[in-house]
């Protein structure tokens, strides 16, 4: 076989693994290319060739789908839900915008959902506007831990969590040197964060 560009035969993963992660399923040969910018046949020729090396699964018939060996893995259709800020508290609406698939085994036990990170209040621990953010569903979490804090006013706001009974209120700590604590009577916790999905929309 002649030689492969390195560099179009990781675009042409690349891209494959990032629409499995959104959709939960593997890209025709049009999508794929479509979405690298390359012509069909040359999709055709690159995926014979990532067959022959044992790095997809493919199957050369009129509208083929391809999958990656990584496809087996068991995965989760988690929610986005909103939006949360990172800067000045916003509501986060509880309605369904879109399904992200994820690892199962990623994401360990229990209820997750995803919400569009705003503002520029975690930038300090990698979390900037626009992120996704995977949020574990609990009202309860540990001093320091990343919640999503429902305020007093109904307001959603993602901080570092510090509650402070001996003056009966709770410090919400942004990640950003220039801004200050906001402190409150009482927040109620929906969920702490596990990670952070960049370029995924």
Known sequence: MPHKDEELVN????????????????????????????????????????????????HGHSGYRIKTKRTGQQRNMTPIVGDVSCGVPKLA???????????TASLGTGNFYLLHAKGNSMVEIG??????????????????????????DGEATLKRYYPEPENSRVRLHPENSSMEDIYVDNCIIQGVAVKVLKDLT
């Open 11 to 58: 675009r042409l993963l690349a891209y494959i693994e990032k629409f499995w992660e959104l959709k939960g399923e593997s890209p025709t040969n049009q999508m794929i290319a479509d979405g690298t910018g390359v012509s069909t046949a040359t999709v055709s020729r690159y995926l014979q060739y990532l067959r022959e090396l044992g790095r997809v699964d493919y």
């Open 93 to 103: 609406e509880e309605n369904i915008e879109d399904y992200v698939m994820l690892p």
């Open 127 to 152: 979390i900037d506007d626009g992120d996704l953010v995977l949020i574990r569903q609990t009202d309860e979490a540990e001093t320091g831990q990343i919640v999503v804090a429902l305020t007093d």
